[in-house]
Nanobody, 122 residues
């Protein structure tokens, strides 16, 4: 059973920063793709960032240069540092885990955290 425990989130004014963390088991952390997704009311879920087991990260164009991923290998925790937040970043954020494909990229995400709300006011 893959478990993902999220923390962080909250409310901040535009231009501010927040940090989300996702803690999981050692096996999941070391062998699965881990990703962050978000879903705003009335909108489809979108991928924000991902990390494959080698540590390589990828970011959506909308957050590049503002969001970064940090990896605490001792605590099996993947964190999403969000800087220069904008009102359009307001959404429920989810941590997810998925199997890596043979090509080293992330396949389908099958396991999801409970979500944490991020609200950015203008």
């Amino acid at each position: 059973q893959v478990q993902l425990v999220e923390s962080g989130g909250g409310s901040v004014q535009a231009g501010g920063s927040l940090r989300l963390s996702c803690r999981t088991s050692t096996y999941t952390y070391r062998t699965y793709c881990l990703g962050w997704f978000r879903q705003a009311p009335g909108k489809e879920r979108e991928g924000v960032a991902s990390r494959v087991s080698t540590g390589r990260t990828n970011f959506a164009d909308s957050v590049k240069g503002r969001f970064t991923i940090s990896q605490d290998n001792a605590k099996n925790t993947l964190s999403l540092q969000m800087n220069n937040l904008k009102p359009e970043d307001t959404a429920m954020y989810y941590c997810a885990a998925g199997i890596e494909r043979w090509d080293g990229n992330c396949g389908e995400y099958k396991y999801w955290g409970q979500g944490t709300q991020v609200t950015v006011s203008s």
